[in-house]
């Protein structure tokens, strides 16, 4: 006679949704927008990150950068090794809550052609990143 293990599976078809907040990853390296355009890329390749949060001087998130956008600055015909991150970002750059759920905020990469966005609270601090799975 052979034993046969059942499991019990819920009676609901749909898990519920799971949350930005216990999907994003929260190490991440996190740098002022005062930093220069060089010194990031720099941090970058000795993190080995493809992004990095950056914060204004109030500690708020400013958003996101990526080597590309920093290497296209660089190349640029105006580069000047004074460039600060801050120069670098948009006014706003896009952000979400830890309460949004993660297929929302999927949804709203794939829309903006982005794939991390910064997590952050109500007051707009930085939590950490949401990065869409490759």
């Known amino acids: 006679m052979t034993l046969v293990q059942t499991q019990f599976r819920s009676v609901r078809a749909n898990p519920a949704p799971q949350a930005v907040g216990d999907a994003m990853e929260a190490a991440w390296p996190q740098v002022c927008d005062d930093m ?8 970058m390749a000795s ?3 493809g992004h ?6 109030d500690g708020l998130c400013a958003g996101l950068v990526t080597p590309a956008q920093l290497a296209a600055v660089r190349d640029g015909d105006a ?8 120069d670098v970002l948009a006014d706003r750059e896009p952000s979400t809550s830890p309460l949004t759920t993660t297929a929302e905020a999927e949804h709203a990469m794939r829309y903006r052609r982005i794939d991390a966005l910064p997590v952050v609270d109500e007051q707009g601090s930085a939590l950490g990143v949401l990065a869409l799975a490759r």
């Open 36 to 43: 220069t355009v060089e010194v990031a890329l720099s941090v």
């Open 47 to 49: 993190a080995r990150t």
């Open 79 to 86: 580069y000047t090794d004074r460039i600060r991150l801050r």
């Open 52 to 57: 990095l949060l950056v914060c204004d001087e």
